[in-house]
Nanobody
Framework: QVQLVESGGGLVQAGGSLRLSCVAS????????MGWFRQAPGKEREFVAS????????YSGDSVKGRFTISRDNAKNTVYLQMNTLKPEDTAVYYC?????????????WGQGTQVTVSS
């Protein structure tokens, strides 16, 4: 089993920045691709970004490209999501996810989520 614990969410004004963190435990972190998803009230869960187990390959959703950056520190078993130029439509619960293998395809592990609220 992999346990994922997110942190770093909060309330921020539009145009501001936040950095989310997700600490993984329970298995060898470098065996897992990692990612971030989000879900706003009344909407389906949306892919935000993913990063390969090596950290070399990253993908971002169209709605966050150029504003959000995913990274990982394998020595700290942690994946980050740096969010810049935040917009009110970025308001959502953000979930960390893990998938065994080099790339994120079907995450088998999820964190409990952290709320991000962007005020206009």
């Amino acid at each position: 089993q992999v346990q994922l614990v997110e942190s770093g969410g909060g309330l921020v004004q539009a145009g501001g920045s936040l950095r989310l963190s997700c600490v993984a435990s329970g298995r060898t972190f470098t065996n897992y691709a990692m990612g971030w998803f989000r879900q706003a009230p009344g909407k389906e869960r949306e892919f935000v970004a993913s990063i390969s187990w090596s950290g070399v390959t990253v993908y971002s959703g169209d709605s966050v490209k150029g504003r959000f950056t995913i990274s990982r520190d394998n020595a700290k078993n942690t994946v980050y999501l740096q969010m810049n130029t935040l917009k009110p439509e970025d308001t959502a619960v953000y979930y960390c996810a893990a998938d065994y293998g080099s790339l994120l395809r079907r995450p088998g592990y999820w964190g409990q989520g952290t709320q991000v609220t962007v005020s206009s």
